[in-house]
C-alpha cells in the first residue's frame, strides 16, 4: 500500500467573554470537511476556567494548526483567554495562527458578504451540516445569538484556509 | 503540517445525522450514551459487532469510520507481511513443501500487485 499523505486537521476558536465556538475542519488534498462544532461555555473570564475545555478538544482533535481571531480586546479579557489558548497549543507543538477579521471580511466579501449573518448563510451554504443552526437575522435591538460564535470560528478557519491557498 | 487520520470519525458522523449519544445508544441497543462516548472519544475500542453495528447505521465501512485504527492495523500487518516474505525467501526447500513456498511467495506478489491497483 502506498503511504498517503495525511489529512491537515485545523481547529479555529472564536473566544467570547463567557463562552467560545469551535470548528474541526479536515483538509485532504483540497476538500476540507467538517469534522465538529459546537459552544463551550465558562463561569468565569480567567484563563484556568478556559484551558481544561480547550485542552480537551485540542487532545481530541490533535490538530496541526490552530485559528484564532487576530483581534481581542482587554474589556472583555480576550487577551487573557488567548494566552491561555496559544499556551495550551505551545504544549502540544501545535501551531497557532491569527487571522484578522479584515481577512475574513475580504475573504467573504468576495462572494457579496456584507455582514456577520451573510457569511454565516455562506458557511451553512458551504457545509449544509451547520444549516439548522444559522440563527435568524438579527434585529437592531437584540442580542446576538450565541450560535454564531460558530459561525465565527468556521469563518476564521475558512479565511485561514483561503489566505494559505493564495499565498 | 500535515497529521495522521484520526482514530475514528465516529463522533462527525453522529453530527452529520443530528441524531444524540442518547439516540444512537438506543438504535444499537445500549443502555445509555456513555459507552457511545466512550467510543468517540477513543477511550474504549468497540468489539466487531458493535463496529458492524455504526457501519450499519451510518452506511459508512468500518475502515472509514476507524480511519487512523485503520491504518494503524494495516502497517502493522503489512510489516508482519514483508517479514513472512523475508522467512520464505530465505527458505531453501525440495519437493512438495518447495512448491508451498512458491505458492505462498506468488501470492504474495499477487496481493502487492491487487493492492496497488486498489490504491491507484
Known sequence: ?167 | MTGPKLANYLKTHRKKSGLSQREVAAVLGFKDGGLISRHERSRHVPPLRHALAYEALFCVPVSILFGGLHETVQADVEAALEELKRHLQSKSGKGPLASLTALKLEWLTVRRRGDEGLNE
Open chain 1, 1 to 167: 500500500m502506498k503511504p498517503g499523505r495525511g489529512p491537515l486537521r485545523v481547529v479555529a476558536f472564536d473566544l467570547r467573554a463567557k463562552r467560545f465556538g469551535f470548528v474541526a475542519l479536515e483538509r485532504v488534498e483540497s476538500a476540507a470537511r467538517l469534522l465538529d462544532w459546537g459552544i463551550r461555555g465558562f463561569r468565569n473570564l480567567r484563563a484556568s476556567a478556559v484551558r481544561p475545555r480547550i485542552a480537551q478538544l485540542l487532545d481530541m482533535y490533535q490538530p496541526s494548526i490552530v485559528v484564532l481571531s487576530g483581534r481581542s480586546s482587554h474589556r472583555t479579557g480576550g487577551r487573557t483567554l488567548r494566552s491561555g489558548v496559544e499556551e495550551e497549543c505551545a504544549k502540544r507543538r501545535i501551531h497557532v495562527r491569527l487571522v484578522d477579521h479584515r481577512v475574513v471580511k475580504e475573504h467573504f466579501g468576495k462572494d457579496g458578504c456584507k455582514n456577520k449573518h451573510d457569511i454565516a448563510t455562506a458557511i451553512s451554504r458551504r457545509f449544509p451540516d451547520l444549516a439548522w443552526k444559522l440563527p435568524a437575522r438579527r434585529r437592531l435591538w437584540q442580542t446576538e445569538a450565541c450560535q454564531m460564535t460558530i459561525f465565527d470560528a468556521a469563518a476564521l478557519a475558512l479565511a485561514w484556509h483561503c489566505a494559505r491557498d493564495h499565498g
